[in-house]
């Protein structure tokens, strides 16, 4: 159980574009998803906190109008890079928290965006 | 603030045990965790402890907690070159987000 699902896997966008990410769970409700951004041999940077029916809480330093974030339902929420430049070409990994779960929280396989 | 430090590289040989080392500011934190990241993939949840546990034993894996001096180790018996990957440390934040923060991931080789 607790399996959560990313998609999609890798995507290669044109700099102006803009991209949507998707994180599901998918035996579980997740009140709470979170949004983090790895860069390489570095560790996980965490974005926004995503509740479900309400705004998501931004971390410093993150532009909100530039990573759009909804989460409409206890089984998904949407990461949207919009108007994408060179310089937001990352790794992207969601998580989510199982209401309840003391053990820690599932993570998605991660999203590599290129951005050209 | 609060913030996780490991070290960056571990080489064992197989078979070897590793200990992997992490210390913590937040002396509130409630649950700390190891995760395993393979190269291009997420993050696997592979234990965590409580904060009232001293040690959490599953498998080949050992857990030791020192919650005076926040310290954390994980303890990897009998390595195989399947263990190689990145592992982090993460404390979950006493804030009412009960957000993970993580340490900077200490890439585990293991030689044939």
């Known amino acids: 159980g607790a399996v959560v699902s990313q998609h999609p896997s890798r995507v290669i966008c044109k700099s102006g574009t803009s991209v949507k990410i998707e994180c599901r769970s998918l035996?579980?409700?997740?009140?709470?998803m979170f949004w983090y951004r790895q860069f390489p041999k570095q560790s996980l940077m965490l974005m926004a906190t995503s509740n479900e029916g309400s705004k998501a809480t931004y971390e410093q330093g993150v532009e909100k109008d530039k990573f759009l974030i909804n989460h409409a339902s206890l089984t998904l929420s949407t990461l949207t890079v919009t108007s994408a430049h060179p310089e937001d070409s990352s790794f992207y990994i969601c998580s989510a928290a199982r209401t309840g779960a003391s053990y820690g929280y599932t993570f998605g396989s991660g999203t590599r965006l290129t951005v050209v | 603030g609060e913030d996780v430090e490991q070290s960056l590289f571990l080489s064992v040989r197989e078979g070897d045990s590793s200990v992997i080392n992490c210390t913590y500011t937040?002396?509130?934190?409630?649950?700390l965790y190891w995760y395993k990241q393979e190269p291009g993939a997420g993050l696997q949840l592979l234990t965590y402890?409580?904060?009232?546990?001293d040690m959490k034993q599953d498998q080949r894996l050992t857990v030791l907690l020192n919650k005076k001096d926040k310290h954390l180790s994980l303890r990897i018996a009998d390595t195989q070159t399947g263990d190689s990957a990145i592992y982090f440390c993460?404390?979950?934040?006493?804030?009412?987000?009960?957000?993970?923060?993580f340490g900077q991931g200490t890439t585990l080789q293991v030689k044939p």
């Open positions: 937040d002396s509130s934190s409630t649950y």
């Open positions: 993460a404390e979950r934040s006493s804030g009412n987000t009960g957000k993970l923060i």
């Open positions: 035996d579980f409700q997740a009140t709470t």
């Open positions: 402890i409580f904060s009232n546990m």
